[in-house]
């Protein structure tokens, strides 16, 4: 799998609210920072989330090119060259689509992840930018026919 990478899939619910299950992986370099420490071998970092997602858009009552909305949620963590290597994280973070042409765009996201255990100097921050494509054109609610 080339790296850095990321998939998601979201399904809209009802009234701005959808949900959204992603995965990413990415490596570390010998030298990055991971909890505080310099670490002196390559890594790996692979996470998976299950959020809910408020799209602004929903106030604006129309559809455009620009997406923005507020996600939370839980998920699971694995840093091979970290204090916990593996470990549950709470999440919570902003991000945008920029649509570009006909369910072409792009996302942009930051979340904060907060371990479920370990101290805080495990907590950490992904950011992250993915091509994106709406597969339906129509926005209808998750177990519509």
Request: charged content about 20%; overall charge positive; some cysteine.
């Amino acid at each position: 799998m080339p790296y850095p990478s990321k998939i998601f899939v979201e399904g809209y619910f009802h009234k701005g609210w959808s949900f959204v299950f992603d995965v990413a992986y990415n490596q570390y370099k010998t030298g990055n920072v991971v909890d505080k420490v310099t670490i002196n071998k390559n890594g790996t970092y692979f996470g998976a989330d299950f959020n809910a997602r408020f799209a602004f858009s929903h106030w604006a009552k129309k559809e455009g090119w620009f997406d923005p909305y507020f996600t939370f949620g839980y998920g699971y963590t694995y840093r091979n060259n970290a204090v916990n290597i593996h470990t549950g994280n709470n999440s919570i973070g902003l991000g945008c689509n920029f649509f570009i042409w006909k369910g072409l765009g792009l996302n942009l996201q930051g979340l904060g992840k907060w371990v479920m255990k370990g101290d805080i100097k495990s907590n950490y921050t992904h950011y992250s930018a993915t091509i994106v494509y709406k597969l339906l054109g129509k926005r209808r609610n998750l177990g519509d026919k």
